[in-house]
């Protein structure tokens, strides 16, 4: 599957993006997808995640009840709409994909994902 990620851009402290990232192939409802995101000079770190069927979700603590993962297996996409940003959000954020077809268990470990899509950037001002 390749993944292509898009919607960055500056934003003011408080205000809101929504993050798209598009998927090829037929099998994008065979993945669980995830969100994750690079600051300057530090790790990559997990962000959100949606199971294949969109059944659970589950948010890093500094995000969870401003940001919000979902996906439409129709068109391919998964999005994160992301509200009340804050300067600290600012990072490249990449989306990635997890094979769920082997039935093993998905998480917040980037060793989880298969594929990842270039970055898009989001920047946060104070």
């Known amino acids: 599957v390749q993944l292509q990620a898009s919607g960055g851009g500056l934003v003011q402290a408080g205000g809101s993006l929504r993050l798209s990232c598009a998927a090829s192939?037929?099998?994008?409802?065979?993945?669980?997808m995830g969100w994750f995101r690079q600051a300057p000079g530090k790790e990559r770190e997990f962000v959100a995640l949606i199971t294949w069927n969109g059944g659970s979700t589950d948010y890093e603590d500094s995000v969870r009840g401003r940001f919000t993962i979902s996906r439409d297996n129709v068109k391919n996409t998964v999005d994160l709409q992301m509200n009340s940003l804050k300067p600290e959000d600012t990072a490249v954020y990449y989306c990635a994909a997890d094979w769920a077809g082997d039935g093993l268990s998905y998480g917040r470990s980037l060793n989880y994902y298969d594929y990842w899509g270039p970055g898009t950037l989001v920047t946060v001002s104070s």
């Open positions: 192939g037929r099998t994008f409802s065979m993945y669980h």
